[in-house]
């Protein structure tokens, strides 16, 4: 099961966590293993003292002629060893038959104490006769002591005797104590300075897939029409394929344009001859055939503007200046509602683009503002805003009679008229409604504040 972090994370996140695991497991592996280096090397050195204060004193011990029992220590300068309870000890002794140990002689330290041994000491004593053996002990004071042991043959005396000697091993376990916490501390620090330069590591290596998101993010948005940033040896095929699927694009759009463009040639002058013959020839049966013809051609230009537009939005993105073509419309429809007296009132943000082409924006802003001049008694409002880094929304408010909520989802559909006694065709709602859906948009209709029918529209955003 993975990690939750490594579910679904970024790819610097899954490079930053792998490296930091794999760090950590390293450090604290030889931590361990320094530590373990360190408190061996310090007993050794303990085992070397003992080891020669042994072997002094099978080098001083002699066996009392008249008794081979007793055995005398040779007189040793080890001040610690004449003290009670200073922390070295030694001490001869025999074994006994049931395996435990008999003394002979012990250093003063020891006073009224003998030192502590494992069960099988004696077994191992006489299965390794002359070697050392090394083991863990209490003193007289409960102190850990680290002891050593060995059995020699003395000469005028046929059993064997055991040489023990032990020495506090607290400072030991101090200093290991000591050592394996400096050793956590720099190993802290060193983990933390691991982590930040595993992180500018990845970062800074990852910087250029980075760079190649955020030209691809560029690229949707229509700030570029390729990409352009030099990239390492790995990503370069990435880069160039990217840039031939935009090209692909763009071919496959300009293709869809030319038919649109052929169809709408095709059928436009068939039926502007049928329109024509009609009109040459009055009659019953010419009525018929113009309104239908004029019916064919209102559909035909609705389903071509919306095909033109559905290519469009698929392109690479052109951007077009909102706040241009606002102004645009308000100078041409506010000579054209002059006589109305309409005050257009128009507000748009000069960084805020359309990604899209300027005909389409002109026929969406243009449809929604010539509505609203049409019903609107004396005021008409236009804002285009940001929705979000990707959208901008559009408002189109009038101060006129209003419409029904009940009527919203009716007016959107084509042809249909707010009042049949008012001139056009009722597509405008719908153009726009259809246009805005092509870019992947949105319309909606509610009441104005200024008392008559908002019309907001939501288009993709181009990038600054």
Sequence with gaps: MLLPGLRNPSLARRLVLLALVWS??????????????????????????LSDLTVNLVAGSTVDPSDERQVFAPPLTDERAERAYSGRYWEIAEPTPDGKLHP???????FDSVLGTPPDLVAKLKANPGRHISYQ?????????????????????????????????????RDVRGFVTATAWLFILLGAGLVAAIFVQVRVGLRPLFN????????RR???????????????????????????NQQVVERQRTHVGNLAH???????????????????????????????QKQVDHHLRR????????????????AEVLDELSRTLGRIYRDKGIEIDWDADEALYFLGERQDLLEIAGNAIENACKWGKAKVRVRAEEASPERFRLLVDD?????????????????????????????????????????????????SSLGGLRVEAVLPRAGV
């Excluded at 320094?34 to 050195?45: N, Y």
């Excluded at 002979?104 to 020891?110: G, I, K, N």
């Design 104 to 110: 002979l002689a012990r250093s003063y330290s020891l």
């Design 399 to 447: 101060d006129g009679p209003g419409l029904p909520a009940a009527r919203h989802a009716e007016v959107l559909q084509r042809g249909a008229r707010l009042d049949e006694t008012a001139p056009g065709s009722g597509l405008g709602l719908s153009i726009i409604d259809e246009l805005a859906r092509a870019y992947g948009g949105s319309l909606a209709l509610s009441q």
């Design 24 to 49: 950590l497991a390293a450090l604290v592996l030889t931590g361990v293993v320094l530590a373990v280096l360190f408190e061996r090397a310090a007993l050794q050195g303990v085992d070397q003292t």
């Design 137 to 173: 002990t209490e003193g007289p004071n409960n102190e850990p002591l680290r002891a050593r042991a060995q059995q020699y043959q003395l000469q005028g005396r046929k059993a064997p005797v055991i040489f023990l000697a032990a020495e506090d091993q607290s400072s030991v376990n």
């Design 222 to 248: 229509g700030q570029s029409q390729r990409l352009t940033g030099v990239y390492p040896s790995e990503l370069t095929p990435l880069a160039e394929e990217l840039n031939a699927l935009v090209a692909h």
């Design 212 to 219: 190649l998101r955020n030209e691809v993010a560029g690229l």
């Design 266 to 296: 095709a059928l436009k002058t068939p039926i502007s001859v049928m329109i024509a013959e009609a009109g040459q020839r009055p009659g019953p049966l010419a009525e018929v055939v113009s309104r239908q013809a004029d019916a064919m």
């Design 307 to 322: 095909a033109r537009a559905a290519a469009r939005s698929q392109g690479s993105g052109e951007r077009t200046s909102v």
